[in-house]
């Protein structure tokens, strides 16, 4: 009697679990007749990890969404330092390019009107140079210099520029001419630039000596003279420098009072406007994007936060916290849309801009620098106390131990249940293929000795007939 062998393959099913079965005697495909009843006992595992791989997404979102926020509130917090509204003095020219102006603290505010009619300068004198045949002395303002045999105007040149205790510049000049000045501006009279050489290297040109002079300039009517350009005592807490002569008309010097920095104040305030804007456009992304209603498996993450309760009631505490007046603060300077800092006006025939229905902020530059220059301590009070109240508002979601962590942490613990559940699942589901192989291997092997038990009958049969009997 013959048998149809029954064995098992080597290739393995997803679970690693052999699934081929050869020697069919049924002729019925066994494995895909297990893959489908597989098929259907493994569902519960797609729906589990199709869950898992929604809350895994959720959880990057919201830890997007919490970093975004916890920047925010540090943003928020800066308006709460001292050195935002530190005060400071300006001082403007109205042509600093022929006098400028820079102040230290305790100027008087106020304005100065500042001519200029000679503007300081150094002493000069002027020298023909003959390169020694023999190392030369020279001596310039009593100091000795040594000139080598064959030197150059240059080599002299630099040997005095690199000097620090000369008391004179030198430069030569196209034809090797040497030019000496003096160090310092300011009046010299006619004694300046003693030079000696009896060596004949330095031949002094006639008429080119030109004395030392001293700025000459009035401030407020008031004449005055300076050594130097650079005038400090005029103007108690201001530094002139004087870099031309004036025309017809003088110079006006005008001192502010001490304020806090318009610019740092606008500074800080549009780049906390800018990381709002983007916080507050992430998370309205996120509520408003509706998950797929046929998902891809790329796809199972999209909308997991669509219309979330708890991130929706947040964004209103955000925007309720631009405009609504703090408490205790007076009227006109009690929340930042008092200082410009809005959700624009309308746009169109009444209609509002789309940026603004979402709650994007805008500065008005001209709103912010007229509150600063008439109010600055009402700027500065409103901007701290609405600090910490903003803050308060993003910390009880976002800092370590709020909500939002607390979502995370909830997270987390689901999809670790989940994956603890599908191991758990899966190892039933392998035994169970196991078992449906080793059942449908017996079936083939009854089938098999059936048919050749039927197929024996039959010679039988047949061999009767023939032999008559």
């Known amino acids: 009697m013959s048998t149809l062998p029954v064995s098992g393959s080597s290739s393995s099913g997803a679970l690693g679990v052999p699934i081929n079965i050869t020697g069919l005697g049924s002729g019925l495909d066994t494995n895909a007749i297990i893959s489908a009843l597989m098929a259907v006992e493994r569902e519960p595992v797609t729906r589990m990890s199709n869950e898992q791989a929604k809350l895994q997404a959720q959880q990057q979102q919201l830890q997007s969404i919490q970093s975004s926020l916890q920047q925010l509130a540090f943003s928020a917090a800066e308006f709460s330092l001292p050195s935002v509204f530190e005060t400071s003095q300006t001082v403007t020219s109205s042509e600093p390019t022929r006098v400028s102006a820079t102040t230290s603290a305790g100027a008087g505010p106020g304005g100065h009107e500042v001519t200029v009619t000679q503007l300081a300068n150094s002493s000069q004198r002027t020298f023909s140079f003959v390169s020694p045949t023999a190392e030369d002395k020279i001596t310039i303002d009593g100091q000795e210099i040594a000139v080598k045999a064959g030197a150059s105007s240059q080599d002299l040149a630099d040997t005095i520029n690199s000097d620090s ?104 305030v549009q780049s906390f406007v800018n990381l709002y804007n983007s916080t507050i456009g992430a998370i309205q992304k996120q509520l408003t994007t509706k998950p797929p209603t046929s998902p891809t498996t790329a796809e199972l993450g999209v909308g997991s936060l669509f219309g979330d309760n708890e991130l929706s009631s947040l964004l209103n505490r955000l925007r309720q916290s631009m405009y609504e007046p703090i408490a205790q603060l007076p009227a006109g300077m009690s929340s930042p849309a008092d200082i410009g800092v809005t959700t624009g006006g309308p746009s169109g025939a009444g209609a509002s801009s789309q940026a603004s229905i979402e709650g994007q902020l805008t500065v008005n530059a001209t709103t912010l620098a007229n509150a600063i220059q008439s109010n600055p301590a009402g700027v500065e009070k409103m901007l701290q106390s609405w600090s910490q109240e903003f803050q308060s508002v993003v910390n009880d979601e976002a800092q370590p131990g709020g909500s939002i962590e607390a979502r995370i942490t909830g997270d987390t613990s689901q999809i670790s249940e989940l994956g603890r559940q599908m191991s758990t699942l899966n190892e039933l589901l392998n035994e169970r293929q196991k078992a449906l192989q080793a059942t449908y291997a017996k079936l083939e092997g009854v089938i098999s000795q059936n048919q050749s038990q039927a197929s024996w009958l039959a010679s039988q049969t047949t061999s009767l007939n023939a032999s008559g009997i």
Do not use: C, H, M, W
């Open 165 to 268: 205790e000369a008391t004179v510049y030198a430069a030569v000049l196209d034809s090797g001419t040497l030019v000496l000045s003096n160090r310092s501006t300011g009046a010299t009279g006619a004694e300046f630039i003693k030079v000696s050489d009896s060596g004949g290297t330095l031949t002094e040109v006639a008429g080119s000596a030109r004395e030392g002079k001293n700025a000459e300039y009035a401030i407020d009517g008031v004449a005055g003279t300076s050594a130097s350009n650079t005038i400090t005592n005029a103007i108690p807490g201001v530094s002139l420098s004087l870099n031309g002569l004036t025309s017809t008309d003088p110079v006006t010097i005008n001192v502010a009072p001490p304020a806090p920095s318009a610019s740092a104040i606008q500074a800080q």
